[in-house]
């Protein structure tokens, strides 16, 4: 069964970085879409980044292209989120996902696999 496993949340400064990972287990990271999303109190959850199979390419809300960056490593079956220039406004529970079709595509991706999330306080 596809199972994901988010860590790296924590307490930061306005401006400051956090890298989020996302380590997956009973699947290939490199074989499916993978996305990263988050959830504020009282808000909807959003979408935030995504990286597709292997061939494809990244994804990213306007919110935070320039300042967050999506990878892969292959060896580490990790999909990870770098996060820099931290806002307030990025404050929320932030989880990762999988379509888990094989060769899925962000464009297309349809996240039926979820991880527990884990909490980005960005605050002074």
């Known amino acids: 069964q596809l199972q994901l496993v988010e860590s790296g949340g924590g307490l930061v400064q306005p401006g400051g970085s956090l890298r989020l990972s996302c380590a997956a287990s009973g699947f290939t990271v490199d074989y499916y879409a993978i996305g990263w999303f988050r959830q504020a109190p009282g808000k909807e959850r959003e979408g935030v980044s995504c990286?597709?199979?292997?061939?494809?390419?990244?994804d990213y809300a306007d919110s935070v292209k320039g300042r967050f960056t999506i990878s892969r490593d292959n060896a580490k079956n990790t999909v990870y989120l770098q996060m820099n220039s931290l806002k307030p406004e990025d404050t929320a529970v932030y989880y990762c996902?999988?379509?888990?079709?094989?060769?899925?595509?962000?464009?297309?991706?349809?996240?039926?696999?979820w991880g527990q999330g884990t909490q980005v306080t960005v605050s002074s």
């Open positions: 996902a999988a379509d888990g079709r094989l060769g899925s595509s962000c464009p297309r991706a349809d996240f039926g696999s």
């Open positions: 990286i597709s199979s292997s061939g494809g390419g990244t």
